[in-house]
């Protein structure tokens, strides 16, 4: 399955940015799929997980009350609405299952900036 993100940008410190997911098949809506991020001269990390039929979530507690992921099984795309933007939060972000393939498949992501 390919998966494109989209939505990134630059954003002051608590702002706000809308992050998209879009899959290539319809098979996206029988996954769990989550957010993953990477900070420059950092590991890539868990963000935020979904259920395959939305009903569930779990997230990070960096992002715990500020970001919120949904899905839309009928368009393929999955979303992650990040609110009360922190510096720490600059990252490229991905999409992917949850738990991840192994080896893992990674998009070229998204790149989100904070400035402070």
């Known amino acids: 399955v390919q998966l494109v993100e989209s939505g990134g940008g630059l954003v002051q410190a608590g702002g706000s940015l809308r992050l998209s997911c879009v899959a290539s098949?319809?098979?996206?809506?029988?996954?769990?799929m989550g957010w993953y991020r990477q900070a420059p001269g950092k590991q890539r990390e868990f963000v935020a997980r979904?259920?395959?039929?939305?009903?569930?979530?779990n997230y990070a507690g960096s992002v715990k009350g500020r970001f919120t992921i949904s899905r839309d099984n009928a368009k393929n795309t999955m979303y992650l609405q990040m609110n009360s933007l922190k510096a720490e939060d600059t990252a490229v972000y991905y999409c992917?299952?949850?738990?991840?393939?192994?080896?893992?498949?990674w998009g070229q992501g998204t790149q989100v900036t904070v400035s402070s």
């Open positions: 992917n299952t949850v738990p991840l393939a192994v080896p893992p498949s």
């Open positions: 098949r319809s098979t996206f809506r029988l996954n769990a």
């Open positions: 979904i259920t395959s039929g939305g009903g569930s979530t």
